[in-house]
């Protein structure tokens, strides 16, 4: 978009700028900025309903609070392309979660309007509190703001934070912007104690014309007109469990009407002594009609065209993981009726949307709450239920003491489908599923597998659903599949056993994981320069398949293991099975080609496994330096 068609934002290098204007050029300010997000949206694509929702809340306070002094804490992130415009990024927003762009989240090293990085839901009470409290010790920093979704706040860890923070009693600001909108339809007793707060809009006005009047008396006369308030609409006690809590709960209020954002927000800064919890309702995808009208208000969208809403979709050439796994499962439910699903808030996100629209009575959403999930799930397991529970693998890492505690040291058999393992793409390091392997294989009694392509999911889901003997996990990235043809049904795949997949006698490469298709590309250049390489895929990485390991150290030079996994994964579960039976000293060369131990930026996901190290071409030079270690490394090919 033109400069010059938004003259107000044009205006506008940073927060300060806000502070001299009039509330009317805030209107405008706020119409040319949504007007901005969705253009700069529909060149980069990302999380634009969310952002479209809280473009009022973004200015006002900004134009009401001392940020960066004060402390402005997006829980999760997901709605901050605003806010970046506002705090001095208009000039990268187009490069927004492309290679060296600006983070689709709030990114600590990014700028100092960031004060803490976010991706994963429901931190943002804690951590506003963690600065609260630095104030209030001395630190150089001002108040503390937590903006916060209905979706986010029904997780533990914000009723956590909200029962601390009420109980401490300090200053401190809290805006649950209400969409009644999470990625799916926010589910839980909190999301419909929200709702009916709002539903009545009559007693919601007058309740919040009754507190505005309440804060400006003093104490004694506020105490009794609170009282009255009761008496006259019938809300007995404290009025909201925000309140119970310890805080000042101001609203329902409407969050795309400046006329009471601006008033409400500079009052409560004025006056608030203690936690104050502002609920202002909003519509996700707010102003632009095709968010507006569609099922999942563009949480995310690819590249699209502004005035249609159209989005820029390639045609696969395969199906993507997710389908496959849904329908995979779905498949084996309709034969077995033990079989039962659980999501965290992420039911089309995981595929189990395929399972639920046949068999809705058997898939459990739990909203937000991985750790409640996977608990459940055991309890499922134990009364004698299959239950496959579905989780990205970074969000996995949110149930890893239920994981280890209630499923693992008790051997009940839940199933866990991880989806995005491996690195992502543009949601970059918050969200790369790096760690799963490691953190579930060193688990005693865990079944870990990896699918090298499609086919292999649907043996593994069979293989899941027949497993009763204990905790069985199988990773498989995002995105599409590889093309393979797919069998009628999975099979029941022998537990701990791998496969051969290409014979070669000169190096042999051990793969674990969705990155077969890199290593059969470098093998082609391989052989052209007359080395013969033997591919493996492990399939389990535990248990190992101990005798296809040492048949592949005793007939090769070398042997290199590969995997979309972090340091101490299946490598490290290859070596240390290798030091054991002592094969370490049989003079074979070894490497293990993981991701690095670092955090990977955000990019497309080719380039974030070149920034790995992990390419096909990476590979080869590996592969070509053991061989040839004195020699210049021939070129790559990637034909």
Avoid at 29 to 47: C, K, N, P, W
Wanted: negative net charge; contains cysteine.
């Amino acid at each position: 978009m033109q400069h010059s068609d938004l003259p107000m934002l044009e205006r506008i290098a940073g927060p300060a700028d806000l502070k001299g204007l009039k509330d009317s050029e805030l209107f405008q300010l706020a119409h040319e900025l949504r007007s901005e997000v969705v253009s700069a949206v529909s060149e980069t694509g990302g999380h634009l309903g969310s952002s479209l929702g809280v473009v009022e809340l973004s200015v006002a306070i900004h134009a009401v609070f001392n940020t960066p002094h004060d402390k402005l804490i997006w829980d999760v992130g997901h709605q901050c392309y605003p806010h970046k415009i506002l705090t001095g990024r208009r000039d990268r927003i187009r490069s927004l979660r492309q290679k060296d762009g600006l983070s689709g989240f709030t990114k600590r090293s990014e700028s100092e309007f960031d004060p803490f990085g976010a991706a994963h839901s429901s931190t943002s009470i804690s951590a506003a509190l963690g600065f609260a409290v630095g104030r209030d010790m001395g630190r150089p920093t001002g108040d503390a703001i937590a903006v916060i979704g209905d979706g986010s706040i029904s997780a533990g860890m914000a009723y956590e934070a909200l029962n601390n923070a009420g109980s401490e009693g300090r200053r401190l600001f809290v805006v649950l912007n209400d969409n009644e909108m999470s990625i799916a339809p926010p589910v839980g007793a909190m999301s419909s104690y929200l709702s009916k707060l709002y539903s009545n809009e009559p007693l919601a006005k007058m309740k919040a014309l009754a507190e505005g009047f309440e804060s400006a008396l003093p104490s004694p006369l506020r105490d009794s007109a609170k009282r009255a308030r009761q008496l006259v609409t019938g809300l007995h006690g404290s009025g909201t469990l925000f309140e119970e809590l310890g805080f000042e709960y101001i609203g329902p209020i409407d969050g795309h009407d400046m006329n009471q954002l601006l008033p409400i927000l500079r009052a409560a800064r004025t006056r608030a002594t203690g936690p104050v919890l502002i609920h202002a309702c909003t519509v996700k995808g707010k102003g632009y009609a095709p968010a507006e009208q569609a099922a999942d208000k563009y949480h995310g969208v690819s590249k699209f065209n502004v005035a249609t809403g159209a989005q820029a979709k390639s045609q696969p050439n395969a199906p993507a993981y997710t389908k496959v796994f849904g329908q995979a499962l779905c498949d084996e439910a309709a034969r077995d009726p033990n079989i039962v699903a659980v999501t965290a808030a992420m039911p089309s996100g995981t595929g189990l949307n395929i399972l639920a629209d046949r068999f809705p009575k058997r898939v459990f959403d739990v909203g937000i709450a991985e750790q409640h999930g996977v608990t459940f799930a055991a309890g499922m397991a134990a009364s004698g239920l299959k239950p496959f529970c579905a989780i990205y693998s970074t969000f996995l890492q949110r149930g890893y003491d239920q994981v280890v505690h209630d499923v693992a040291l008790q051997g009940l058999p839940v199933r866990f489908a991880i989806d995005r393992a491996g690195l992502v793409g543009a949601d970059g390091a918050t969200h790369a599923g790096a760690f799963d392997i490691a953190y579930l294989s060193n688990l005693p009694g865990f079944t870990v597998m990896a699918a090298a392509d499609e086919a292999e999911l649907m043996h593994m889901v069979a293989t899941a659903a027949a497993h009763d003997a204990g905790p069985i996990a199988f990773r498989y990235p995002r995105g599409n599949g590889t093309g393979v043809a797919m069998p009628a049904r999975g099979e029941v795949l022998e537990i701990g056993k791998g496969r051969i997949v290409q014979e070669g006698e000169d190096v042999a490469i051990l793969s674990f994981g969705a990155h077969l298709g890199e290593i059969e590309q470098a093998s082609i250049t391989l052989a052209q320069q007359g080395i013969r390489v033997t591919i493996a895929d492990a399939r389990f990485a535990k248990p190992l398949d101990t005798d296809l390991i040492t048949q592949l150290m005793r007939h090769h030079k070398a042997v290199v293991t590969v995997e979309q996994g972090s340091v101490g994964g299946f490598g490290a579960m290859v070596l240390h099975y290798l030091a054991q039976s002592g094969q370490l000293e049989q003079g074979v060369k070894l490497r293990t080609l993981t991701l690095p131990d670092r955090f990977i930026d955000h990019g497309s996901p080719q380039e974030m496994y070149k920034d790995a190290g992990l390419t096909a071409q990476d590979i080869h030079k590996t592969i070509f330096e053991l061989v040839h270690p004195s020699q210049n490394i021939l070129q790559f090919s990637a034909n």
